[in-house]
């Protein structure tokens, strides 16, 4: 399986970005997906999930209201909707794979399976 990250950017403060995570060599309908993001000299961390049913959703309280997570089964593609982003979203943004199938999250880093190589953002003020 290969995961491959697209959309980063280099954007102002208040401004928007779409992410998108588009899987090859396996279908991952039967998984949930998350997004992730490493900060420099931070660890990388979970910062929203999404069902394998696409029914469930999850996102840390610092993106609630801002972020939204959406899955294009039909297109093995994830998308992360950020919208009035702040300079601490700034960071390399990463999408995984649960590791089993039919989980409703995948939340840490130990429960993912498959990684994509990661997108830069960076939000300047």
């Known amino acids: 399986v290969q995961l491959v990250e697209s959309g980063g950017g280099l954007v102002q403060v208040e401004s928007s970005l779409r992410l998108s995570c588009t899987a090859s060599?396996?279908?991952?309908?039967?998984?949930?997906l998350g997004w992730f993001r490493q900060a420099p000299g931070k660890e990388r961390t979970v910062v929203a999930s999404?069902?394998?049913?696409?029914?469930?959703?999850y996102y840390i309280d610092s993106v609630k209201g801002r972020f939204t997570i959406s899955r294009d089964n039909a297109n093995n593609t994830v998308y992360l909707q950020m919208n009035n982003l702040k300079p601490e979203d700034t960071a390399i943004y990463y999408c995984a794979t649960a590791k089993f199938y039919y989980t409703d999250y995948v939340d840490t880093e130990g429960a993912a399976g498959w990684w994509g190589q990661g997108t830069q953002v960076t939000v300047s003020s």
């Open positions: 999404i069902s394998w049913s696409g029914q469930n959703t």
């Open positions: 060599g396996r279908t991952f309908s039967s998984y949930a």
